[in-house]
């Protein structure tokens, strides 16, 4: 019985052993003093680009975000009509988002929550995911939220979606075999070719990537990250990435939305 | 030898459970000695000049990603890696095969990709799958380059 146990112990620690076991770093969040936004380690020309509201590229998106929000569709409610002509009634909102719709018990990000809207509210189809138009929307109602701390509920429904993304984060993947903590919490700060490795907060996202030539979601920064360790990405809008999106956010507590970022 | 049965049976039990989808740990199997594989993968001959094109390039090993190496001519050289700078001094031909093919087993934790290894992997992209990040003969160019990195008297 005793060597049985002791069989099966080994069969772990040889083959999927976490990392705590083998002496790494626990799996905790980032703690606040060292917690840095990724506009930190912006080379300091992309920095300035981010703070100049003018020529920040991602302002195109808020602008035409804004007409949308204004705009009412094929003679449906606009957005502006329940929530106020600026967007004033949803300052704030996107800072707690993902979170767990109460009625569908669906975990929703500002993504979801539009397109929930359409559907319920405007009798719209949802838009696709990473179109121009709900980008647009998404960095509108972000930006709405610009400088508020992001402040996540991970209780109750919201656990479990919380586990899902924490073990995603710390999970090898790809041929690479990396996980997300091995280069976010382990080397941030450190040279990773042209870039600094960040530690991967998505607070300023949807953000403008000079790499895309256009605004992108974070679902679309973390299908890149996937795809730089040669793993099988997982789909735009996916409950995965949902779920990493609320880890993330949890990880990032206290850092202010900076919607629209520049990254490189 | 009730001892000797329970031992096998564990190491059985272990080749089971981690020899994810049946495939061994490295493209082909290899023998270990100390810390080297002293035997060239795939009975390749390296050969240094190629070596350090693959060490470079984007399409190949792109080790520059994370280690420098003093006085090669390539733009942003990483240090998420320790230097490399007179490695054939360090280290010998057989330790620096391993260390390519798979750092993993030197280092359980290391951010460092295991080049040669295509089993025990997870959610690997499809493009990839089956496949070892270099290939035996881009491994031994590697083995080969890196050993002449010898450091000069009066630098370093």
Known sequence: ?264 | MRAVSWAMAAGLLLAAACGNEGSQRLAEPVTIEGDAILTPLGGETGDASRGKAVFTDREQGHCVLCHAVAGLEAEFQGNVGPPLTGLGDRLSPGQIRLRIADAQRIWPQTVMPSYYRTGGLNQVGEAYRGEPALSARQIEDLVAWLSTLKTQDGEE
């Open chain 1, 1 to 264: 019985m005793i060597r049985a146990g002791l069989i099966a112990c080994l069969v772990f620690a040889a083959c999927s052993a976490p990392p705590e076991e083998n002496g790494a770093p626990v799996r905790e969040p980032l703690p606040d003093d060292i917690k840095r936004s990724g506009t930190a380690f912006l080379q300091p020309d992309t920095r300035a680009l981010q703070a100049d509201d003018f020529a920040n590229p991602g302002f195109l998106w808020i602008d035409r975000g804004e007409a949308l929000f204004r705009a009412g569709v094929d003679g449906s409610k606009a957005c502006a009509a329940c929530h106020g002509e600026d967007g004033a009634d949803l300052a704030g909102a996107a800072a707690h988002y993902p979170l767990v719709d109460a009625a569908s018990g669906e975990l929703l990000n500002i993504e979801g929550r539009i397109n929930q809207c359409r559907e319920q509210h405007q009798s719209l189809p949802p838009l696709e995911y990473e179109s121009d138009n709900l980008l647009a929307l998404t960095a509108y109602v972000a930006h709405l939220s610009r400088g508020e701390p992001v402040s996540v509920d991970v209780t109750g429904p919201a656990a479990q979606y919380y586990e899902m993304g924490r073990e995603y984060f710390f999970t090898r993947r790809g041929q690479l075999n990396l996980a997300c903590s091995q280069c976010h919490n382990e080397h941030w700060g450190e040279k990773l070719r042209g870039d600094t490795i960040s530690q991967g907060h998505g607070n300023a996202f949807p953000a403008y990537r000079l790499e895309w030539q256009t605004l992108g979601s974070l679902h679309r920064r973390l299908n890149d990250c996937d795809e730089g360790v040669r793993a099988e990405p997982m789909p735009l809008g996916s409950e995965t990435y949902k779920a990493v999106e609320l880890y993330l956010a949890k990880r990032a507590e206290g850092l202010p939305i900076e919607t629209p970022g520049v990254r490189r």
